[in-house]
C-alpha cells in the first residue's frame, strides 16, 4: 500500500502559475506509473496529466497540453506538475494518484488504486 501527500494547491489569478507536489511512501515508487487528476464540483474526476516509470513518457489532457508539464523524481519518490498559463476553468481539486499494475501507463481513472487526499487550486478571473 502506498500513501500519497499532495501540497502546493491555492488560489492564483488567470495567467498565473502553479506547483503542485505529490510525496509517495510505501511502495516502490519507480515501479509505477503516476498521474494527476481533478475534480471540479459537480463534475466527474477527470485526467489531467500522467508519467510512465521511468518519466520517459508523458500523456496529457487536452485541455492542459502546453500548459501543465508533470515530471517524476524517482530517487525523492516525488512527482509534481507545473502548471502555468491557468485559467479559471483550472479551478478543482488536484488529486495524485497511482497506477494499480506496473503495465504501460494508463489515464483511466479506474486502473489507479491509490490516491491524495487532493489539493484545492482556485483560478480566479
Known amino acids: 500500500q502506498v500513501q500519497l501527500e499532495e501540497s502546493g494547491g491555492g488560489l492564483v489569478q488567470a495567467g498565473g502559475s502553479l506547483r503542485l507536489s505529490c510525496a509517495a511512501s510505501?511502495?516502490?515508487?519507480?515501479?509505477?506509473?503516476m498521474a494527476w487528476f481533478r475534480q471540479a464540483p459537480g463534475k466527474e474526476r477527470e485526467f489531467v496529466a500522467a508519467?510512465?516509470?521511468?518519466?520517459?513518457?508523458?500523456y496529457y489532457a487536452d485541455s492542459v497540453k502546453g500548459r501543465f508539464t508533470i515530471s517524476r523524481d524517482n530517487a525523492r519518490n516525488t512527482v509534481t506538475l507545473q502548471m502555468s498559463s491557468l485559467k479559471p476553468e483550472d479551478t478543482a481539486v488536484y488529486y495524485c494518484?497511482?497506477?494499480?499494475?506496473?503495465?504501460?501507463?494508463?489515464?483511466?481513472?479506474?486502473?489507479?488504486?491509490?490516491w491524495g487526499q487532493g489539493t484545492q487550486v482556485t483560478v480566479s478571473s
Open positions: 494518484a497511482q497506477q494499480r499494475g506496473v503495465g504501460i501507463i494508463s489515464t483511466r481513472t479506474s486502473d489507479f488504486g491509490s
Open positions: 508519467i510512465s516509470q521511468s518519466g520517459r513518457n508523458t
Open positions: 510505501g511502495r516502490t515508487f519507480s515501479s509505477y506509473s
